[in-house]
């Protein structure tokens, strides 16, 4: 069962544009959410999260925002940066469960 | 400080074999999670152990088993191997007692079932 869902499996940007990477879940009892960033070759790396009680958390470039009525978040990253080449994915968490999407690859063009 | 740190790197085995993949957690991290990624897919949840126990399982079939050791270092069994098993295997640690944002991912074990 897929409970969390990244629609679209890659997304190409401009460098210096805004890159925006959502995700939908299904399960109403996630209540923290991540995302992850990874490269190939390598272990996904943390890069944010949001707790349930908040709709935005902010770190630097990268913004992610929650809509718990429409069970949906999303990640901005301004501006975009080539190094931000990655697969990104989107993670929803109980106490004993973290489930994750299938990643959307975004390509940041020069 | 040492990273999580999984073996083997790459692992090729015929259909209908065991095969056994490693993982050692960042040192004083108690908890060890086990995803498969599959080619084209996110990453499937295998196994939480903490504390040497068993916490929960995806949905994967009983084939798929582990252990979590005394020093916490973990092992994933896979038996009766399939076609389908050919993924990357992640292992990834936390302390278990805090919020999963410092769960930390290994660099994954390539399983190649022929």
């Known amino acids: 069962d897929q409970q969390v869902k990244q629609n679209s499996p890659s997304l190409s940007v401009q460098e210096g544009r805004i890159s925006i990477l959502n995700c939908d879940y299904t399960?109403?009892?996630?209540?923290?959410f991540l995302w992850y960033k990874k490269y190939p070759a390598e272990g996904p790396t943390f890069l944010i999260s949001?707790?349930?009680?908040?709709d935005k958390n902010e770190d630097g470039r990268f913004t992610v925002f929650l809509n718990k009525s429409a069970k949906h978040l999303s990640l901005h990253i301004v501006p975009s940066q080539p190094g931000d080449s990655a697969v990104y994915f989107c993670?929803?968490?109980?106490?004993?469960?973290?489930?994750f999407g299938a990643g959307t690859r975004l390509t940041v063009k020069p | 400080e040492a990273g999580v740190t999984q073996s083997p790197t790459h692992l090729i085995k015929t259909r209908g074999q065991q095969a056994t993949l490693r993982c050692s957690p960042i040192?004083?991290?108690?908890?060890v999670y086990w995803y498969q990624q599959a080619l084209g897919l996110g990453l499937q949840f295998l196994l939480w152990?903490?504390?040497?126990?068993?916490?929960n399982r995806g949905n994967f079939p009983p084939r798929f088993s582990g252990r979590q050791f005394p020093n916490y270092s973990s092992e994933l069994n896979v038996n009766a191997l399939e076609l389908e098993d050919s993924a990357l295997y992640l292992c990834?640690?936390?302390?278990?007692?805090?919020?999963?944002?410092?769960?930390?991912f290994g660099e994954g074990s390539w399983l190649t079932v022929v």
């Open positions: 990834a640690s936390s302390t278990g007692t805090v919020r999963r944002n410092t769960i930390y």
């Open positions: 399960n109403s009892m996630f209540d923290y």
């Open positions: 949001i707790s349930s009680i908040k």
């Open positions: 993670a929803a968490d109980t106490y004993n469960d973290m489930r």
């Open positions: 040192s004083g991290h108690t908890s």
């Open positions: 152990y903490d504390e040497g126990e068993e916490r």
